[in-house]
């Protein structure tokens, strides 16, 4: 279906949250984007500045995907340009990563956050499992159409979008899995390979912020080697 600008929000018409009747009928990774900047699949989109699409060249052999984006993602329009965006692309550079010229995306597509006081920046507030299954078509389709060699997950709620609720970042990180099923294929029906590690944000919040930082390294040295 053709996304529909004139569309009442999924939940002003009663209906559960889903961003599918906003997804366009054909078309690459700019009609994709095109669209979700209309997309009003859940109430996300009330608040924030704009829809947060996923950038890079289609056909990356490297795609990474993290939560939503954050306060300074939301102003500018593009994934990973604050703070965390800094410290992984310091870290996909010591792990051999750096020359790829990676596509980026998150789960959510809109900045969720509390309001701050005047001036100061917004806080951070977990999309809930409502609003993350319903931004998945975006991810979904983003996923078919870079059709990565290798996809790493950053932290545990794209973990969770991907992998299922029971997905815990600490117990399945840093190893090679198959791709998951997103398009209702056996996990391994779909090429490429997927590696969990933490979100960067974490590595900010760490108390040992130099270890936190030469795990994430570790495990994406691992992501390095589907690459060679
Ligand atoms: S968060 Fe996703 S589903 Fe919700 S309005 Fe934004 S793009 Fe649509």
Known sequence: ??????????????????????????????????????????????????????????????????????????????????????????????????????????????????????????????PSLREMTACRPWLVEELRLVAPDVLVVLGGTAGKALLGSSFRVGERRGVLLPMPDPFGEEPGAVPGQLLATVHPSAVLRADDREAAFAGLVADLSVAATVLE
Not at 34 to 39: L, S, V
Not at 45 to 62: I, Y
Not at 107 to 120: D, L, M, S
Request: overall charge positive; charged content about 25%; hydrophobic content about 35%.
């Open 1 to 126: 279906m053709d996304a529909d600008a004139s569309a009442a929000p999924a939940s002003d018409s009663g209906q559960g949250y889903d961003a599918t009747p906003y997804l366009p009928s054909r078309g690459g990774l700019a009609a994709l984007r095109r669209a979700a900047a209309d997309c009003h699949g859940c109430p996300l989109f009330r608040d924030a500045t704009q829809t947060v699409f996923g950038k890079g060249p289609a056909r990356s052999r490297l795609m990474l995907v993290g939560e939503q984006p954050g306060d300074q993602e939301d102003v500018k329009g593009e994934p990973f340009v604050g703070p965390a965006g800094q410290l992984l692309r310091r870290a996909l550079d010591e792990a051999g990563l750096g020359d790829e010229n990676a596509y980026v995306t998150n789960v959510v597509k809109h900045f969720k956050f509390t309001p701050a006081p005047r001036g100061k920046r917004r806080i951070h507030k977990a």
